[in-house]
């Protein structure tokens, strides 16, 4: 099976990806960080700019919104594949993230 003709088109099984701090009015890179797989975890950014994503490793990760500087990671165990989200129960600010295989990858 052939997935696509183009010649600069990854080998299949060998895609990965690659987080990126997009600056929509200079149409360029601010940052960047490569990622060993294409389909990681949706991503949530934070008034206090923070940026959490989870990734097929199973790790859940805390960037500075401005630098990309990794600040802080946890080991879930599985693999995530859905975004973080973030609430407030009396007064204290909560995020939290569903793990576990499953969905389109899974």
């Known amino acids: 099976?052939?997935?696509?003709?183009?010649?600069?088109?990854?080998?299949?099984?060998?895609?990965?990806?690659?987080?990126?701090?997009?600056?929509?009015?200079?149409?360029?890179e601010v940052w960047g960080v490569d990622q060993l797989f294409h389909y990681y975890g949706g991503l949530l950014s934070t008034a206090g700019d923070l940026v959490f994503q989870g990734d097929a490793e199973g790790m859940f990760i805390a960037r500075d919104a401005f630098s990309g500087e990794e600040l802080w990671r946890f080991d879930v165990r599985s693999g995530v594949n859905a975004p973080p989200v973030t609430y407030f129960v009396d007064s204290q600010q909560y995020v939290t993230i569903a793990v576990g295989w499953g969905g389109a990858q899974g």
């Open 1 to 28: 099976m052939e997935y696509d003709k183009d010649p600069r088109a990854p080998s299949h099984g060998t895609s990965s990806g690659r987080l990126v701090a997009w600056d929509p009015i200079d149409q360029k």
